[in-house]
């Protein structure tokens, strides 16, 4: 069964630092997806930054961005110049369409910005 | 769009009564799905459909919990009878996956209803 797992349930950064959230997962597939999503104490659940396996590249959002190890299985979302605004909970996410169209969620990291 | 439409946002009812959650997805999309979130467990997926057709149910908790997506634009998830253990914020996701090898779009979720058991 397709499992991801975020080793860091809770972390705090000052104001404007860097802080990398990890993520590994598993799986036998080779086309299959892989999503970060925040969500802040309004409940809201938001699609932060979202990588397709078949390309290399890392994406980017803004003041996100991911690094991707598929040999590894490890798909780690860095947070530059963080703000207030992104103490959040972040879920990793995983989705194997080959195989069936459901998203699989990591237990998630709670991230705090400290001013 | 107005997004994905839960209902209600919050609810509290008494350990043995019946549970109605409502969602509406967003129109267009052919894919909704339900989850459970608790502290313990994390997010949860309960239950996906497809067309209206479910697809998957292998993680309703038990027969207390039914789902139904009558059509497009409406779906409800039920607990009958409630317990305790069933308190957790329940959420409603829904999408279209376009086909090929870039075919995973956006899930986009609703605000959630949070379900207290007492």
């Known amino acids: 069964a397709q499992t991801v797992t975020q080793s860091q349930p809770e972390m705090s950064v000052q104001e404007a630092e860097t802080v990398t959230l990890s993520c590994t997962y598993d799986?036998?597939?080779?086309?299959?997806?892989l999503f970060w999503y925040k969500q802040p104490p309004s409940r809201q659940m938001i699609l932060v930054i979202r990588?397709?396996?078949?390309?290399?590249q890392n994406a980017t959002e803004n003041r996100f961005s991911v690094n991707f190890q598929k040999a590894a299985k490890s798909f780690s979302l860095k947070i530059s110049d963080s703000q207030l605004g992104d103490t959040a909970m972040y879920f990793c996410?995983?989705?194997?369409?080959?195989?069936?169209?459901?998203?699989?969620f990591g237990k998630g990291t709670r991230l705090h910005i400290l001013p | 769009d107005a997004g994905v439409i839960q209902s209600p946002r919050h609810e509290v009812t008494e350990m043995g009564q019946e549970v109605t959650l409502r969602c509406k997805p967003i129109s267009g999309h052919d894919y909704l799905f339900w989850y459970r979130q608790t502290m313990m467990r994390g997010l949860e997926l309960l239950i996906y459909?497809?067309?209206?057709?479910?697809?998957?149910d292998s993680g309703m908790p038990e027969d207390r919990f039914s789902a139904k997506m009558p059509n497009a634009s409406f779906s409800t998830l039920k607990i009958q009878p409630s317990e305790p253990r069933d308190s957790a914020v329940y959420f409603c996701a829904s999408t279209s996956w376009a086909g090929g090898p870039s075919g995973a779009n956006v899930l986009t979720f609703g605000a959630g209803s949070r379900l207290t058991v007492l």
């Open positions: 990588q397709e396996a078949y390309k290399q």
């Open positions: 996410a995983f989705l194997e369409r080959n195989r069936d169209d459901k998203i699989i």
């Open positions: 459909f497809n067309n209206n057709v479910p697809i998957d």
């Open positions: 799986t036998s597939e080779s086309n299959y997806y």
